[in-house]
């Protein structure tokens, strides 16, 4: 079996499927439409076919480092045998999932007490809204979930994030407007290891008109989350909106400067036909993306899954 119809039967077999496609999907028609004209039988593989391979990867928003780095290894690959322009696809599919390479999925929760979560990212690229969705989830799993406001930057920011948590049941720790980030952090770890929650979901500013003020604002956060809960955070997920496409994975790279980030969470994948950012966010950060965003309401967070993903970039829904 070759490998697309094994990514093909992997595929089927996952019961979400179609709701995992229906946003992503929706916007990223066109660019299959094209994937499939340049794949079609009879036309040959000349420099002509390379370079349009190469605009087509690059207007997913692959970079051009990580398209050509594909390309090489995939003329190697297709140099090797004659193939069929079906094998030829399968094998590019192939080439980008060996340059993806694999990356944990989940939170890997603590042995003992809470598992605290730091959420960071630009303004507006969807960190309120995906710790509604993360707390959905752990919620609907069976974990005792709360959330903290660490965003007193805003007096808005505090009511979204406690609106959601009341919407969802799950208790949202707040201050004031302006109160130091940092002692937030403290009063919702003391919280959280009183009533014994499983994970503790904790909302930060993402202003970046001074990075000096940021990274010392983030690492007080981290000194503080440590000080009260032994090995927190536990991860620190950077939110990405994808239709920002490398213009956004640049701001971020701040954030990755200024604390450990273990997991990429990208949002508004149901605004872009972009997917290619997947790849590039993986190839020049080596973090992997954890979650798509797919939508603006609770339940529209889905794992990532890089087969679903390769297969849904190429083939689409009408395919499965
Ligand atoms: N379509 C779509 N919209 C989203 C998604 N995630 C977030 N949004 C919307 O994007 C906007 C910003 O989201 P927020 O969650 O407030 O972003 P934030 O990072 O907390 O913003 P600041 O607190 O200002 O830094 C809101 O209108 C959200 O509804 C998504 O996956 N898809
Ligand atoms: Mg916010």
Known sequence: ????????????????????????????????????????????????????LMMILVESDISVSTANRIIESFKKEVGKNVLTMAQAKTQLISVMSDIYGDFPL????????????????????????????????????????????????????IDQLSTWAQRIGVPCISGKPQQDPASVMVDACRYAKEHNIDVLLCDTAGRLQNKTNLMNELSKMFRVIGREIEGGPHAVWLILDATTGQNGLSQAKVFMEATEVGGIILTKMDGTARGGIIMTIKEETGIGVIFLGLGEKPEDLRPFDKDSYLYSLFEGKDHV
């Open 106 to 157: 989940d939170l890997m929760l603590a042995l003992d007490g809470p598992t605290v979560v730091l959420i960071v990212g630009v303004n507006g690229s969807g960190k309120t809204t995906t710790i509604a969705k993360l707390a959905q989830k752990y919620k609907a799993e069976g974990l005792s979930v709360a959330v903290a406001a660490g965003d007193t930057f805003r007096a808005a920011a």
């Open 1 to 52: 079996m070759g490998f697309l119809d094994q990514l093909k039967e992997k595929f089927q077999k996952k019961a979400d499927k179609d709701i995992y496609l229906s946003g992503f999907q929706r916007s990223n028609r066109q660019w299959q439409q094209r994937m499939a004209g340049l794949f079609e039988e009879g036309r040959i593989r000349d420099d002509d076919w390379f370079e349009e």
